[in-house]
C-alpha cells in the first residue's frame, strides 16, 4: 500500500512538472524569453510560484530545459529526413528545408531558440543544439564524400558552415519586429537552400 502512494506521488510530481514545462515553453513560443517569468509560468500551469522552484531552482535552468527539450524534438525531425531514402544532395536540401520551414512557421520559439539574448546557463544548451545539429549534417556530407556525391572537405567544418550559414539567414526575418508572409518565407527557404547545397558543391 505504501508502495502504490509512492507511486502515485511520483506520478503527480512528474505530471505537475511537464504541465509547468509545457507551460513555460508555450509562453517563450508567444513572446520569447522575456514572457517566461517564473510568476507568469506558475500562474499559466496552474500552480503555485513555489511549485515551480520545486523543479528549478531558477528561471535561468527552466529556459535551459526548454531549450534541451525543443532542440531533441528539432534535431530528432532533421536527423529522420536527413536518414531517409534518397541521394545525398537530396537528403541535404530536404533537411535544410525541413529546418528552415520549421522555423519559419514556428518563429517566435525559433528565434528564441537560436538567436534571442539569454542567460550563459541558456546559451550553453543553446550551443549544444547547434552542435547536434551539425552532426546531422556531417553524416550525410560523410556519405555524400565517399560515394563522390560531394567533394572532399572536412564534412566537421563543411556541416558547422551549413548550419551557421541557414541559422543566420533565419535570424533577421525570425525577428519580432518582422513579419514576412507565406510567399518571402517560400524565397527564404530556397535562397538559403539552393546557398547551401552550391557551398556543398552541389549543382542547383
Known amino acids: 500500500m505504501v508502495?502504490?502512494?509512492?507511486?502515485?506521488?511520483?506520478?503527480?510530481?512528474?505530471?505537475?512538472r511537464a504541465?509547468?514545462?509545457?507551460?513555460?515553453?508555450?509562453l517563450v513560443a508567444d513572446g520569447g524569453w522575456q514572457a517566461a517569468q517564473v510568476d507568469a509560468v506558475a500562474t499559466t500551469a496552474g500552480v503555485a510560484t513555489g511549485t515551480?522552484?520545486?523543479?528549478?531552482?531558477?528561471?535561468?535552468?527552466?529556459?535551459?530545459e526548454i531549450v534541451a527539450s525543443v532542440s531533441a524534438?528539432?534535431?530528432?525531425?532533421?536527423?529522420?529526413?536527413?536518414?531517409?531514402?534518397?541521394?545525398?544532395?537530396?537528403?541535404?536540401e530536404a533537411a535544410i528545408r525541413t529546418f528552415a520551414g520549421r522555423a519559419l512557421r514556428g518563429r517566435r520559439l525559433a528565434y528564441a531558440m537560436i538567436?534571442?539574448?539569454?542567460?550563459p546557463e541558456v546559451e550553453t544548451v543553446r550551443l549544444d543544439y547547434r552542435a547536434q545539429l551539425a552532426r546531422c549534417f556531417e553524416r550525410v556530407l560523410r556519405?555524400?564524400?565517399?560515394?563522390?556525391?560531394?567533394p572532399r572537405l572536412d564534412p566537421a567544418v563543411a556541416a558547422a558552415c551549413i548550419v551557421g550559414a541557414?541559422?543566420?539567414?533565419?535570424?533577421?526575418?525570425?525577428?519580432?519586429?518582422?513579419?514576412?508572409?507565406?510567399?518571402?518565407?517560400?524565397?527564404?527557404?530556397?535562397q538559403i537552400t539552393q546557398f547551401c547545397l552550391r557551398a556543398a558543391k552541389v549543382k542547383t
Request: proline content about 4%; hydrophobic content about 40%; glycine content about 8%.
Open 3 to 16: 508502495y502504490r502512494q509512492t507511486e502515485s506521488a511520483t506520478r503527480r510530481l512528474a505530471d505537475k
Open 19 to 26: 504541465r509547468i514545462l509545457a507551460a513555460a515553453r508555450a
Open 52 to 64: 515551480v522552484y520545486r523543479h528549478w531552482s531558477s528561471k535561468a535552468e527552466l529556459c535551459a
Open 73 to 92: 524534438r528539432e534535431v530528432g525531425i532533421v536527423q529522420s529526413v536527413a536518414e531517409a531514402d534518397g541521394s545525398p544532395a537530396e537528403r541535404l
Open 115 to 119: 538567436a534571442e539574448p539569454v542567460d
Open 143 to 150: 556519405h555524400g564524400i565517399m560515394r563522390g556525391a560531394f
Open 166 to 190: 541557414f541559422m543566420e539567414a533565419l535570424v533577421g526575418p525570425l525577428a519580432p519586429s518582422k513579419g514576412t508572409g507565406a510567399r518571402a518565407d517560400r524565397h527564404l527557404i530556397d
